[in-house]
């Protein structure tokens, strides 16, 4: 399988504390996605890091990308009740269309 | 307009129906694509649609048709399907400038069940 992993499968932290994701795929990519879904909900896209760039940043959102060890991750700083969601992190390749292929999942529960 | 809207919400069908999903963008992107997601489980490519042509067909059993009618409409002509057919099936789209690195637009998705 093509599948990325991704760890921990659950976190749970207080409100207010970072939470870290991390994630780790099998081949060349293109770029790597990391998404957010509520609930069985559709997927919303968080942030996007191509494979040239090492970090990346989107208000309290940063990315890291290791392509030598073929991973990622993502912190989540000063967290919020709304985060509670399920991460996954997307592996892209372009093979005409772009190809993505998701990681397991992070279930992040934040406590108030 | 960045939404993608699908139709219908929920959708439980016999395994003798034949049904459709409907998926649709008015954001001027070129690429289109399913996913299955079951329960507790990331989402698994099934078609991609660039351009209009199928581009990608990850060994989909035939019982699942995709058909991309114009470039804002995508649907998925479901027929003889299995109880374990049954999964969210979302819907995306993204630009599709050739080799570039595009971020896909989900739709909310249909919840599929199959008696």
């Known amino acids: 399988s093509q599948q990325g992993e991704e760890d921990p499968q659950a976190l749970s932290i207080q409100e207010g504390e970072n939470a870290t994701m991390n994630c780790s795929y099998k081949?060349?990519?293109?770029?790597l996605q990391w998404y957010r879904q509520n609930s069985g909900r559709g997927l919303v896209h968080l942030i996007l890091?191509?494979?040239?760039?090492r970090e990346k940043h989107s208000g309290r959102l940063r990315v890291t990308l290791d392509t030598s060890k073929k991973s990622s991750s993502l912190l989540i700083t000063a967290s919020r009740a709304a985060d509670t969601a399920s991460y996954f992190c997307?592996?892209?390749?372009?093979?005409?269309?772009?190809?993505?292929?998701f990681g397991q999942g992070t279930r992040l529960t934040i406590n108030p | 307009d960045t939404e993608v809207t699908q139709t219908p919400k929920h959708l439980v069908m016999g395994m003798t129906n034949k049904k459709s999903l409907k998926c649709e963008q008015h954001?001027?992107?070129?690429?289109m694509y399913w996913y299955k997601q079951k329960a507790k489980k990331p989402p698994e490519l099934m078609f991609v649609?660039?351009?209009?042509?199928?581009?990608i067909n990850e060994s989909v059993p035939s019982r699942f048709s995709p058909e991309c009618p114009n470039s804002s409409l995508l649907n998925l002509h479901l027929h003889a399907l299995q109880p374990e057919d049954s999964a969210l099936y979302l819907c995306?789209?993204?630009?599709?400038?050739?080799?570039?690195?595009?971020?896909?637009?989900f739709g909310p998705g249909t919840r599929l069940t199959v008696l």
């Open positions: 995306a789209s993204s630009q599709e400038r050739q080799g570039a690195s595009d971020t896909q637009y």
């Open positions: 954001m001027g992107h070129r690429a």
């Open positions: 081949t060349s990519i293109n770029n």
């Open positions: 997307a592996n892209a390749r372009i093979q005409g269309a772009q190809k993505l292929v």
């Open positions: 649609y660039s351009y209009e042509k199928l581009s």
């Open positions: 890091i191509r494979s040239n760039e």
